[in-house]
């Protein structure tokens, strides 16, 4: 019996990528980016804020983090809650200490419930980045397209009605997207997205919605997967992030700037046990020679012109 030639058919296969949204690249052979201020290492610290409905929606999947025991489940509810009543703030004060402006990925529900926050955000600086509308708003294939284009317009409105300024980038919930997403985000006007983890740089897409950056957030060095998922330490995760750093700052010495993500959980690392070793964490990072903090819409703009 011989196999049906068929399944050796692929009219996709090529040197480089299947598909068309970008071409391939090595990161060493790249033309190297250069920073702001002659910058080695921009660490680009985003926060998500997030409210998660009592009842959670299993289609397509259930979010990371959501409801996991019998209704009502006021253990988990109002942890969440925790983070972004006390959590936030606590965060809030550690990055002004080092003078950091972060990207606070939102969702809409989030300002729609507590717009003092978002305020409180906007007025101190950082970023407002679009996360959906909440928790219960995950997208995959399979969501209808007409229907992830209402929830990517309802994000935006909401955020900017109590922002004052739309949203330009977008961290979908566990960074799961459709086929659909990337050219649905272009085509909503946003500048870049967060979700594509498979680079250590930003790089451009061309999508039928028209073009769209994005930003890999690698989930490596998230709280959440380090001491939730890992059960690992705060003095572990610091211990990482500042071997990531030392990493990324030799390659920047002959490989062009080089960014540093960290994805923070309120609710996570905004705990009280927690909160003196990553207090410690921003002014170590702070203190490094060639190291600087940025936005994710600061990161892109410094990027879009370098770009090829």
């Known amino acids: 019996m011989t196999l049906d030639p068929g399944y050796l058919t692929y009219p996709k296969r090529r040197e480089g990528m299947d598909h068309d949204l970008y071409p391939w690249s090595n990161i060493f052979e790249r033309k190297l980016l250069a920073w702001p201020g002659g910058r080695q290492v921009l660490s680009w610290i985003v926060i998500d804020l997030e409210w998660f409905p009592i009842t959670p929606n299993d289609k397509p999947f259930r979010a990371p983090g959501h409801m996991a025991t019998a209704y009502p489940d006021y253990r988990h509810y109002t942890s969440r809650d925790y983070g972004n009543r006390v959590g936030i703030y606590r965060l809030l004060d550690a990055l002004d200490k080092v003078g950091a402006k972060a990207s606070i990925a939102a969702n809409s529900a989030i300002a729609g419930r507590y717009p003092t926050l978002i305020k409180d955000i906007v007025s101190a600086g950082h970023e407002i980045i679009a996360h959906a509308t909440d928790m219960n708003a995950a997208i995959a294939t399979g969501v209808p397209e007409e229907e992830e284009r209402a929830m990517i317009a309802a994000t935006l409105d909401g955020i900017e009605k109590v922002a004052?300024?739309?949203?330009?980038?977008?961290?979908?919930?566990?960074?799961?997207?459709?086929?659909?997403?990337?050219?649905?985000?272009?085509?909503?006007?946003?500048?870049?997205?967060?979700?594509?983890?498979?680079?250590?740089?930003?790089?451009?897409?061309?999508?039928?919605g028209g073009p769209i950056l994005n930003l890999p957030l690698n989930h490596e060095l998230s709280d959440r997967q380090i001491l939730t998922v890992q059960q690992q330490s705060m003095a572990s995760y610091c211990e990482q992030v500042q071997d990531a750093f030392a990493w990324l700052s030799g390659e920047a010495e002959s490989h062009g700037g080089r960014m540093l993500p960290l994805n923070i959980t309120p609710y996570i690392t905004g705990l009280p046990y927690r909160m003196a070793e990553f207090d410690g964490l921003l002014q170590w990072l702070a203190g490094r020679p060639g190291h600087g903090f940025a936005t994710g819409a600061e990161i892109a703009a410094a990027a879009t012109d370098q770009l090829a």
């Open 164 to 208: 004052g300024a739309r949203p330009s980038g977008w961290l979908s919930i566990a960074r799961s997207q459709s086929f659909n997403t990337p050219s649905l985000l272009a085509d909503a006007g946003l500048t870049y997205m967060c979700d594509w983890v498979n680079d250590d740089l930003p790089y451009r897409m061309t999508t039928p």
